[in-house]
């Protein structure tokens, strides 16, 4: 008898385990007075409603079935069934073939659990959401660019392509994005080379004999520059011996800095350029000339977006280009120089005020030339006057960082300019007292402080040789 009962306990439970619990929807429903007209009936898509009647129907239609699907319940109650976004007109008969009521049926989308949803997905986002006609309106304002798409998105889920949106993005949205342009290039070469020449005359008969860059005494000059060459010469009689002896070391560095600032509207496009522009002479093909402009100096474009409160993605193109006279090219009577170009490209995220590398490059280049008259330079001790031996480097260091701040405008008065601080001296000021500049900094105000701030000792932009 105890097993028995088990058993059916627990068959029982399999059955409330497999049989689908019903849940309540509440419905709303409309009254229909005998010989008024019936208000607006709100019916939510994939929902019910019920209208009952206080006098009997015999015949009932809809107007357009898509939209909306009745059934009867009784002789004065209607089940309305919600299919599609839309309007339509329910028509309500009596028994003699007189008409009761038209009830205007209006089917929405399901906000409810949109936005049950939506405060799911988005909580503390204050969103507004209403219907209109067969769509969504969305309005309020939301934290984030972020959390607007999301929103749109899920929106899109309940009323494909029928989605208003009436959102706007609270806090800043105009981000000054803050580039640091370094580049350090140095560059040493080391060189030793020695030439011998031997000349003289016997009996009538000429003799010359030498090494390196010419034959007598008199031929030996130095290779390039007379600095670190040493010329000793030996006159025995007829026979004249000379010796050249150069040794060059070479030491430079270069230092390049540049720090251009471009502030923005939160997904808008912002480009930069400081240089100028190289004109290109092009061949078109009917044999004419043209002339093409291209730019170089300092070149940076970007899009911000404030994805987050604080959190801002960027999508950078930053170069640093220059002419480059060691390499050209010359046709027709025109020369064209080279370009030097380091250029990057990337996306990045960062909080406002953080720092990213994004790019970096360190270029090492290495030459070692070794030269020697054939056996001679073989010799042992003798054969280093017979060598010519080069030894040349050069390194570049090229740094590009980056830093976003979250800006908002300011009033005019508080902005000072470089000329703000100085006026132009008058006649007598610069012809009797020497004054070449009035300083005409504020005393007062909100620009007072930074336009105080002096300009002894390096400003500007220095670059060093």
Known sequence: MKIDRIFKMALLGLSLGVTPIA???????LHVMRGATSSVLQVPMNRAVVVESDEPFAELSIANPGIADISTLSDRTIYVLGKAPGRTTLTLLGPDGRLITNVEVQVTPDIAE?????????????????????GIVMSGIVSSISSLDRALQLAERYA???VSNLMNVGG?????????????????????????????TSGGLGI??????GSGLGALTPGGTSQGALNIGVTAGALQFGILLEALENKGVVRTLAEPNLTALSGQEARFLAGGEYPVPVSQDDGTISVEFKAFGIELE??????????????MMAAVSGIDPTVSFSSGGFSISGFQ???????VEMRDGESFAIAGLL????????????????????????????????QSELVIIITPHLVTPTRGEALVLPTDRIRLPSESELFLNGTTAVDTTPRSGAASEVARQDFGGSYGYVMED
């Open 341 to 347: 170009r380091r250029e990057t490209s990337t996306t």
């Open 160 to 162: 494909p392509e029928r």
């Open 363 to 394: 270029q090492d280049d290495f030459r070692d030339l070794n030269g020697q008259v054939p056996w001679l330079g073989d010799i042992p001790v003798l054969g280093a006057l017979f060598r010519s031996a080069e030894y040349k480097r050069e």
């Open 208 to 213: 010359s004999a030498g090494s390196g860059s």
């Open 23 to 29: 849940t309540s929807v509440s419905a709303q429903s």
């Open 302 to 315: 970007f899009v911000p977006r404030v994805v987050g409160e604080d959190i801002i993605n960027i999508e």
């Open 114 to 134: 949109f936005k049950e949803r939506l405060r799911q997905i988005l909580p503390g986002e204050p969103i507004e959401v209403r219907t209109a006609n067969d």
């Open 172 to 200: 800043t949205q105009q981000v000054m994005l803050h580039v640091r342009f370094a580049e350090m290039s140095r560059s040493v070469s080391k060189s030793l080379s020695s030439s011998l020449s031997l000349s003289g």
